[in-house]
């Protein structure tokens, strides 16, 4: 008897001990009911928004709106914060259409639906207004090889030039946990140290244009995946992987971009997620080792300029995307790939001398000025 008491004392929630475990947090390990999974998750990013000084009263934030898991578990807490604790902020859902057939259009109708269900007003920039080029038409001439490249630096820009048109002082993203624990190891294997000093930074680019937020940056995959819903669970199987009812009732976009099942982020994902089954501290701490990197006084970083061309940030005189977007209309799609951070200057005069293309010097990557 004394056993069997024991035994329904465990299925109580840790923390609150009145109502019946329903999850195991993959944060902590700790079972824990819905209520109090939800309560904990909520206030952890609120911490992170007070004691990081995310945000001050009266600032425009854009949302960096995919309609995936991420960006709509942010876009939701965030509104709720922000009304809950009065931030006095005004948000707005910022979506990038890259023009993959089949993939972004559906998402982007999801978004739409969330700027109704929030009351957030949504702004779309697409590759074809800002480059001319759709990545369906960007695959269709480089293939899958590289096509990850293109769409990464693209989208980055396409993000700030949207959040320019939006007039906001921030723009924030979903990233979580695990991707910036996946970006530490992917700098450190690539080698690049300019990244590394920076890729774990909660807000980045405050020399730029418009300084970039990562509320989630202490916040595990698998709890934003939880999140949006309520686990329907034995508790005998909480140990197991559990599976789950809708209860938050999120509207998102749960498929994988088609043209990514080969991108080099997957394999350190996986290696990630291996470790996180052995030891789920293990993302915590490697988010820690990259914040604690000290960087190497001989080491010579690049100095932050603008580009001749577009005007963006670069550390060259083009910038990646017009290097990239050069290539493409040149017929030299792999003209900005690999380890070049720009065109030296014979480069320029082949592309400068080149016959039989047209000139893009009407079409820059974007037509704002920074």
Not at 111 to 119: L, T
Not at 245 to 254: I, T, V
């Amino acid at each position: 008897m004394a056993e069997n008491h024991k035994k329904a004392a465990g299925r109580l929630c840790y923390l609150c001990n009145q109502r019946r475990a329903a999850l195991k947090r993959p944060k902590t390990l700790e079972q824990i009911c819905r209520e109090c999974f939800y309560e904990v998750f909520e206030e952890e990013i609120h911490q992170v928004i007070v004691k990081n000084q995310l945000f001050k009263p009266g600032e425009r934030i854009a949302i960096g709106a995919s309609g995936g898991k991420d960006s709509t578990v942010l876009a939701y807490v965030l509104s709720e914060l922000n009304r809950r604790h009065n931030y006095g902020l005004d948000l707005f859902l910022l979506s990038v259409d890259e023009g993959i057939t089949g993939y972004r259009d559906d998402s982007l109708e999801t978004v739409k639906r969330n700027e109704i269900q929030y009351g957030l007003p949504l702004k779309i920039v697409s590759y074809k207004d800002l480059y001319g080029w759709t990545m369906d038409e960007i695959v269709k001439m480089i293939g899958l090889k590289n096509n990850c490249t293109f769409c990464g630096v693209f989208r980055r820009q396409a993000l700030d030039r949207g959040a320019a048109l939006l007039k906001v002082d921030k723009l924030v993203t979903g990233h979580n946990a695990d991707d910036i624990a996946e970006t530490v190891l992917l700098n450190i294997l690539r080698g690049d140290i300019a990244r590394l000093s920076r890729c774990t930074s909660i807000t980045t680019g405050e020399d730029g244009p418009i300084p970039r937020c990562k509320p989630f940056k202490y916040t595990y995959e698998k709890e934003i995946v939880i999140y949006p819903h309520v686990y329907v669970v034995i508790v005998e199987n909480l140990n197991k992987m559990l599976t789950y009812a809708y209860f938050k009732r999120l509207d998102y976009f749960s498929t994988e971009c088609i043209y990514s099942p080969n991108a080099y982020r997957g394999f350190a994902r996986e290696f990630i997620k291996d470790l996180e089954r052995m030891r789920p501290r293990a993302i915590l701490d490697i988010i820690k080792s990259g914040e604690d990197f000290r960087i190497s006084t001989s080491t010579k970083m690049p100095e932050q300029g603008t580009c001749e061309r577009c005007g963006y940030i670069s550390s060259q005189k083009w910038c990646k995307a017009c290097v990239l977007l050069e290539g493409l209309n040149k017929g030299l799609p792999k003209l900005g790939i690999g380890r070049s951070r720009g065109l030296d200057n014979n480069h320029m005069k082949d592309v400068k001398q080149s016959n039989g293309t047209k000139n893009i010097e009407g079409k820059q990557c974007g037509s704002l000025d920074f």
